[in-house]
């Protein structure tokens, strides 16, 4: 049998951040996570300056033997339209590898480590949890992404009452004839939305590597999705013709339309598993960070008592940082003049910059969490 403070499930940024936080505080945690690492995460691998900082992240340090790309600029359109460029001249962004990211983020994060193994049992007894009958914690912690077992515990009905984004990738190193013949500028992704807005294909060479993918909101349409776009790609000479197109398929939840139970007696969401996605562009990494922050703090403020009343907190954190959910209710303008809006703020430049990729995709108005 073993014992900690905390038990996190799910070794991903959520799981690794809120980790490496609880033992800075001097709890001791264990992180289980039921792949080995490094592990693949579907993921475009796109990450903000607020995400390095909220990380800490010493650059210089990751940057050796990783890929670190950085992003300078966007080209931007509806699907199979004229593409509008910005360049904005210095970094914005930077690309990374989930297989390198997160086997970095979990590895320095000091936590015990349980991998390779599943979550298959949660049972409360007493004042503990007991999980898989073998690890017994005072609190636990759901970091495990969107199928996150411990939000089922809770009551989540994964993949039934849910509206979720259904998103289909695939990321592989180019060979060097490849390289040849892709016309993406390793420092300029491309985006390009679908013109009833319910989601967007990118393109994203980060240095030798090439993801290339699609994420809607209307489940019933992804299935072809990917591969239609990658043919566009391909007719446009954007890509290479030999591409071995093996999509793989991840789904989670976007902000505004999560509906889940994130905190109860001794047990809290983060990242994922509690729904956090920012509703505009999908982005997951960084609400998951600020949420496993958050987390943190709550729990080092509870001195030792996790009972709902001391963990609530956590909510009104969230609901404070993310804001108030906006249910798809039926919007007082017309569709048919929205989606003529939206598709104006993506072709025209200006519009495009300071709406779509300052306040939506960058989010560079929003200050970090407590760095
Ligand atoms: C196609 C696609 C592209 C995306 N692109 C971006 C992007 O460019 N930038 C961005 O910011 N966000 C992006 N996102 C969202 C982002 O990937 C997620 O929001 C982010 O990974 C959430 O991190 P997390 O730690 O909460 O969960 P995850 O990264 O999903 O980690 C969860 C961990 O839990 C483990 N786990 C799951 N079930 C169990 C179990 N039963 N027992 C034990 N362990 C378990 C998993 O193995 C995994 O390691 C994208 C998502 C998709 C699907």
Redesign the pocket.
């Known amino acids: 049998m073993e014992t900690c403070d905390v038990l996190i499930?799910?070794?991903?940024?959520?799981?690794s951040s809120c980790a490496r936080e609880l033992i800075k505080a001097g709890l001791d945690v264990i992180v289980?996570?039921?792949?080995s690492f490094p592990?693949d995460?579907?993921?475009?691998?796109?990450?903000t300056p607020a995400?390095v900082e909220e990380l800490e992240l010493d650059l210089d340090h990751y940057r050796q033997g990783r890929i670190c790309q950085d992003i300078l600029g966007f080209k931007t359109a509806t699907m199979g339209g004229a593409e509008v460029y910005n360049d904005y001249s210095h970094t914005v962004s930077f690309g990374i590898r989930?297989y390198e990211f997160?086997h970095y983020l979990l590895s320095r994060c000091g936590a015990r480590l349980v991998l390779n193994?599943?979550?298959s049992d949660i049972a409360r007894q007493h004042d503990h949890w007991l999980v898989n009958g073998n690890i017994r914690a005072s609190m636990l912690i759901g970091?495990?992404?969107?199928?996150?077992?411990v939000a089922r515990y809770l009551g989540a009905k994964v993949g039934k009452t849910e509206q979720s984004?259904c998103?289909?990738?695939i990321e592989f190193k180019m060979t060097t004839q490849q390289l040849a013949q892709c016309n993406i500028d390793a420092e300029t992704p491309e985006l390009y939305f679908y013109p009833d807005m319910s989601g967007y294909g990118w393109i994203f060479r980060k240095d030798q590597y090439i993801n290339i993918?699609v994420?809607r909101e209307d489940t019933g349409k992804i299935a072809n999705a990917a591969l239609q776009f990658m043919e566009l790609l391909q007719q446009q000479g954007k890509i290479p013709a030999d591409i071995n197109a093996h999509f793989k398929g991840?789904?989670?939840l976007l902000y505004d339309h999560a509906q889940r139970k994130i905190v109860d007696d001794s047990v809290l969401l983060?990242?994922?598993?509690a729904g956090l996605?920012y509703t505009e562009s999908?982005?997951?990494?960084?609400?998951?960070i600020e949420s496993a922050l958050l987390a943190a703090n709550v729990i080092k403020d509870s001195q030792d008592d996790y009972q709902l009343q001391k963990l609530q907190p956590y909510n009104d954190l969230i609901v404070r940082r993310f804001g108030k959910k906006h249910f798809k209710q039926k919007s007082w303008i017309p569709d048919k003049i929205r989606l003529a809006l939206a598709n104006k703020i993506i072709t025209n430049r200006f519009l495009s910059r300071h709406i779509l990729l300052n306040r939506f995709f960058l989010r560079s108005e929003v200050d970090t969490l407590y760095r």
């Open positions: 499930i799910g070794g991903g940024p959520a799981g289980m996570d039921k792949a592990r995460k579907v993921c475009a691998g796109w990450i995400v989930r997160d193994t599943a979550v970091a495990g992404g969107h199928f996150c077992p984004v998103a289909q990738e993918g994420g991840h789904a989670y983060i990242g994922d598993a996605a999908g982005e997951g990494i960084r609400p998951a």
